[in-house]
């Protein structure tokens, strides 16, 4: 077997990182900036608060039928690094991100991001602030309106309210290092699930299963797909009891249980 060059090998370091596939890994690395962070404080603000977003989605993807703690649950398949972040989405992980991330007013207090508004192309939707956005790739116009049926779905089952558009505009602390996990986020794609969350001048990390904290921290510490932002890590043990029946009978719309939200695995950059 020929022995991998050095570029072929960085991709595939790489790919620990971000779940990219080789079309798009090669290029980047060939650019000479094999993974870049988010460079302006409004990019890194979104990104950390999408983490976030992605971390409570992944929690309804594991009540969604069949409903379980065991299985690995992420919203996010792979990320794209770049000026503008662009993410591929797990199935069914559309709908339940967004409504995390949409603006909206519920009991009282605004949630969401404040102002964030969705630009539609043909092969991807686009997510911005106006200084900053992330493009979701594969979410074509079909995909964003099953997505949104699930928004309004949950609008009305949980009681949100509509005031003033909704939406919170409080700044995330540390959100540099919220961007740089977002960035990175693939490393614990074994896991059940992950838990990130800003605490004080670090943000901290949990996972059940997947890597070890050992591994985690050596990819972090990697000159060059690593980051030197201040995290806690904690790696626990799989759950090996499942989540109870009644959890089971969550009533949830067959179309959101059987919809496919994302594009194929293997799937390169989106086309505007």
Known sequence: MARLSI????????????????????????????????????????????????????????????ASIIRPAHAFRTVEPGET???????????????????????????????LEHRQYRRSSELTTGAAGIVLVGVDENAWDLGMRYVRWMHEFRGVEYTDGGGNDDETPEAATGSALLRRVHLWHDASWLRAVPMGSAWFVEW?????????????????????????????????????????TYPWPEEFVSAVTAGEPDQGPARR
Request: net charge negative.
């Open 85 to 115: 972040l662009k993410l591929h989405l797990n199935e069914r992980a559309l709908g339940p991100l967004l409504f995390e991330l949409l603006p909206r007013t519920e009991a009282g207090y605004g949630m969401g991001v404040k102002g």
């Open 208 to 248: 059940p299963g997947g890597a070890t904290e050992d591994e985690i921290r050596r990819k972090l510490a990697h000159p060059e797909f690593g980051t030197s932002r201040e995290i806690t890590l904690r790696n626990t043990e799989t759950p090996t009891q499942d989540v109870e029946e009644g959890m089971r």
């Open 7 to 66: 570029t072929d090998q960085l991709a595939d370091l790489r790919r620990t990182y971000t779940g990219e596939n080789l079309s798009q890994a090669v290029p980047a690395v060939r650019d000479g900036e094999p993974l870049p962070d988010a460079t302006t404080a409004a990019q890194q603000q979104l990104e950390a608060k999408v983490l976030l977003a992605g971390c409570a989605a992944a929690s309804m993807l594991q009540l969604m039928p069949p």
